[in-house]
């Protein structure tokens, strides 16, 4: 199959604003693609040569591409840096000078995805001191050979920039149209949810149809999506909600980690499911002394603490964690960390998460021996609201964030990818009237006047609609930034600005930039009201009118750990509202 069929797909895609249209065009494109490189067509859609969790990024600089390009074209780097000066996107330039290249050769070859697959692999692979050359060659020689079209997407690739706006969602939707009927979603997502490799899933559905993917199971090194919690703001309340008992759990706050254990190796992935490991060589040691099996996958949260007194720490300096190796050396040294563990999904061979909560529960403590440096979550078993009232003023004091109350009924299963009741949580914040952070998406800023010229003054801010896959206006954030952070966010914003509005964004405002959604922002509000330009759950409380947050603040953090999925849902906010007005 030739590269220039992906490359019309993805035009028609970038064209579109419509998700049903995307999905068609997916469909299409699906249906002609041979079962054997399905998956090469998922990962390079998605910007990627393998799943997300391999960790294996492209991104190559954008210098080294524009020197390949103008290799490849027979233009000066000059020239080729006078272009992307004025067009400010590198596959344009791609695209342009192909079009008009000043050396044609007799030995060109139509790309087809193979190579362009094998190419892109090669040069994510490539490492070491001869890596820059081994590069510069490969995308030289694929540019060679380039229809402009084709430029363009090879070089958005190249440089992570390929932004088509597809969500896994709608890929899930296409496979499921395209192999088996669009009600199969549920079955196919249920795999996915845990087993997220849709290259994998994708290929087996077109060369075995939904019966293929009954043989996935549950696999020691593929992270499985999280199970997230609904929240509520009284004890009361959740006691309802639980049928009158349940597990009351210390929320702690740090980061949360799954991790994947053979006696050869310990993985650990992000809420996000990004391989972490390379992070925390600290918690790698610390399991693999103290979970003694053959294989498990265990979950909990890790807490930088005071090894002297035992003192829980902020959450902040676990993210400090990124960077270059003698920073983690020292970051590893100065933050130590505990891990406290409350989940077991699977163990020497067994697939716990179909079991109830207090059966993992119990194999957790069985496969884990407890040291200064890991413990099992503190629990209480109970049905007495004063006791859990308790137990909630307990965990503050221990620097928790209040509790997470848990499900013990007979269908209490681990349901990984979803948020449901099963799991609530109830944090310090909802005591407050109208105090609660959320974390939201930047999808758009306005240009700083006066101090603030020349950066973004202010941001848009966005709630995501899970049942619509969108990101809904909820604030425009311009307070609790430093100076310093407002460069620095500006320039994060810069590298992903969008000349269009992005198709999974619903505003009725106009940013003076909008950019891809991707980075998450926790935000502080005082209260939650009706506004007629604000889109999130717009008509679904008040006729023409959508909720947004009054004096929204920035608290500092930005949650790398989280994708934009992961921000706080529309159906959040609409609880949030109405938890509010129970409190006035
Ligand atoms: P969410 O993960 O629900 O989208 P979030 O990342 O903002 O939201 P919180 O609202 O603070 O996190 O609550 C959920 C998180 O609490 C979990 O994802 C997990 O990281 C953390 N956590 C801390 N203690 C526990 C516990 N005992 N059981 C389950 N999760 C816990």
């Known amino acids: 199959m030739y590269y220039s069929e992906l490359a019309e797909t993805y035009q028609q895609i970038e064209a579109t604003t419509k998700r049903?249209?995307?999905?068609?065009?997916?469909?299409?494109?699906?249906?002609?693609?041979?079962?054997?490189?399905?998956?090469?067509?998922?990962?390079?859609?998605?910007?990627?040569?393998?799943?997300?969790?391999?960790?294996l990024e492209l991104g190559v600089a954008d210098k080294l591409t524009l020197r390949a390009i103008a290799k490849a074209t027979g233009f000066s780097e000059a020239d080729a840096m006078q272009k992307l000066n004025s067009y400010g996107d590198l596959g344009l330039v791609a695209e342009e000078l192909v079009a008009n290249k000043k050396q044609t050769s007799l030995f060109s070859e139509k790309l087809d995805i193979d190579k362009v697959y094998s190419s892109l692999e090669k040069i994510a692979k490539t490492t070491g001191n001869r890596s820059q050359d081994m590069k510069f060659k490969l995308i030289a020689e694929l540019l060679h050979d380039s229809e402009p079209v084709e430029a363009k997407y090879i070089v958005r690739s190249l440089t992570g920039k390929i932004r088509l706006g597809i969500a896994d969602m709608t890929i899930l939707d296409a496979l499921a149209i395209a192999f088996a009927t669009k009600e199969d979603h549920a079955r196919i997502e249920q795999v996915y949810s845990f087993y997220p490799d849709l290259g994998s899933l994708g290929k087996t559905l077109s060369l075995q149809g939904l019966d293929g993917i009954k043989d996935y199971n549950i696999t020691v090194g593929i992270p499985l999506r999280h199970m997230l919690a609904e929240r509520l703001n009284s004890i009361e309340a959740i006691m309802e909600k639980l049928d009158g008992q349940a597990v009351f759990e210390y929320k702690y706050d740090g980061l949360r980690l799954q991790a994947?254990?053979?006696?050869?190796?310990?993985?650990?992935?992000?809420?996000?499911?990004?391989?972490?490991?390379?992070?925390?060589?600290?918690?790698?040691?610390?399991?693999?002394?103290?979970?003694?099996?053959?294989?498990?996958?265990?979950?909990g949260e890790c807490v930088p603490i005071n090894l002297e007194t035992g003192e829980m720490l902020p959450f902040q300096m676990v993210s400090r964690r990124r960077g270059r190796k003698y920073e983690l050396d020292s970051a590893v040294e100065d933050f130590p960390i505990k891990l406290f563990l409350f989940d077991c999904l699977y163990a020497d061979g067994v697939d716990y998460t179909q079991q109830p909560l207090l059966t993992r529960r119990e194999k957790l403590s069985d496969i884990v021996t407890p040291s200064p440096r890991v413990e099992l979550s503190n629990l209480i078993n109970t049905s007495d609201q004063a006791e859990a009232e308790k137990f909630f003023e307990n965990s503050l004091e221990a620097g928790c964030e209040g509790l997470m109350a848990k499900a013990i009924s007979e269908d209490s299963f681990y349901r990984a990818g979803s948020r449901g009741w099963q799991?609530?949580?109830?944090?310090?914040?909802?005591?407050?009237?109208?105090?609660?952070?959320?974390?939201?998406?930047?999808?758009?800023?306005?240009?700083g006047h006066g101090r603030r010229s020349g950066v973004y003054g202010a941001l848009l801010m966005a709630a995501y609609n899970d049942a619509q896959d969108r990101f809904e206006t909820i604030c425009k954030l311009g307070t609790g930034f430093s100076d310093e952070m407002l460069v620095s966010i500006s320039d994060m914003l810069n590298a992903i600005k969008l000349e269009h509005k992005h198709p999974r964004i619903y505003s009725q405002m106009k940013a003076d930039v909008w950019v891809e959604p991707k980075y998450v922002l926790e935000v502080l509000g005082a209260e939650i009201t009706f506004s007629p330009i604000?889109?999130?759950?717009?008509?679904?409380?008040?006729?023409?009118?959508?909720?947004?947050?009054?004096?929204?603040?920035?608290?500092?953090?930005?949650r790398d750990d989280k994708s934009p999925e992961d921000a706080t849902t529309t159906k959040e906010m609409i609880d949030m509202y109405k938890g509010q007005l129970k409190q006035i």
Request: with cysteine; net charge neutral.
């Open 534 to 558: 604000h889109t999130c759950a717009f008509g679904e409380l008040k006729e023409d009118s959508g909720l947004a947050i009054r004096f929204p603040r920035f608290k500092g953090n930005i």
């Open 20 to 55: 049903l249209e995307m999905t068609r065009f997916l469909v299409d494109l699906f249906k002609k693609t041979p079962s054997e490189i399905m998956d090469k067509i998922i990962y390079l859609m998605r910007g990627k040569v393998l799943p997300d969790f391999k960790g």
């Open 423 to 447: 799991w609530i949580k109830y944090k310090r914040d909802y005591r407050s009237q109208i105090n609660d952070t959320v974390d939201l998406v930047v999808v758009g800023g306005f240009m």
């Open 260 to 299: 994947h254990i053979t006696p050869e190796k310990v993985s650990l992935f992000s809420r996000h499911l990004e391989d972490v490991s390379a992070q925390f060589p600290d918690v790698q040691e610390i399991l693999h002394e103290s979970v003694k099996v053959e294989s498990a996958i265990i979950e």
